[in-house]
């Protein structure tokens, strides 16, 4: 079985602070993990892939096999940073194909 | 590139009734993956079509069932309508089935069941 583990379900910080937004995983085979992000009144996006190690908009994130997590962070929060960010796994679903599990996500505000 | 479209945007139904979802994949993507998001959680697995055939399914009922067609547009249908059913429902295309490629989301359809 697979899943993912957003454990803060709200995070606030102010603009300019450090964010780091945790994800845990639990999953038998090779992982692919993502961050997918919904901006208000926007489709789900994706912001960034483990496999493609860039950084978008400041954000990074490093898979720790070890600890089995995929944390995001940002060095400098900004306003327009604020939303619902949801951290997924690509597994197998039982046969040939890959689904995605998603955690419950993490609702990031950035004051001013 | 045109995006994934979903619709209708928004549907309220009653209890036992059906009701037909609809979803237009990315250009160039033959996989249509759909998900259900409830109130205050992640979305959910429902089932994968890939050239024209179920090719995966998460943990739901028989009632809710699928399409795919020629231009690998999608459908999903649900049958005997239960107040649970009330989410976001969410379609993601992507390229090939067989990798862990991103998939690539529509706005979604918000079911309220009545």
């Known amino acids: ?112 | 590139e045109t995006g994934v479209t979903q619709s209708p945007t928004h549907l309220i139904k009653t209890r036992g009734q059906q009701v037909t979802l609809r979803c237009s994949s990315q250009s160039g993507h033959n996989t249509v993956s759909w998900y259900q998001q409830a109130l205050g959680q992640g979305p959910q697995f429902i089932f994968q079509y890939y050239r024209e055939e179920e090719n995966g399914r998460g943990n739901f009922p028989p009632r809710f069932s699928g399409l795919q067609f020629p231009n690998y547009s999608s459908e999903l249908n649900v049958n005997a309508l239960e107040l649970d059913d009330s989410a976001l429902y969410l379609c993601a295309s992507s390229f090939d089935p067989g990798t862990q490629e991103t998939q690539y989301f529509g706005p979604g359809t918000r079911l309220l069941v009545l």
């Open chain 1, 1 to 112: 079985a697979q899943r993912v583990t957003q454990p803060e379900k709200l995070l606030s910080v102010f603009k300019g602070a450090p964010v780091e937004l945790k994800c845990n995983y639990s999953y038998s085979g090779s992982p692919e993990l993502f961050w997918y992000v919904q901006y208000s009144r926007q489709r789900l996006q994706l912001l960034l892939r483990h496999i493609s190690r860039e950084s978008i908009k400041g954000f990074t994130a490093d898979l720790n096999k070890g600890e089995t997590s995929f944390h995001l962070k940002k060095p400098f929060a900004q306003e327009e940073d604020s939303a619902m960010y949801y951290c997924a796994l690509s597994g197998r679903s039982g046969g040939s194909n890959y689904k995605l599990t998603f955690g419950k996500g993490t609702l990031l505000t950035v004051n001013p």
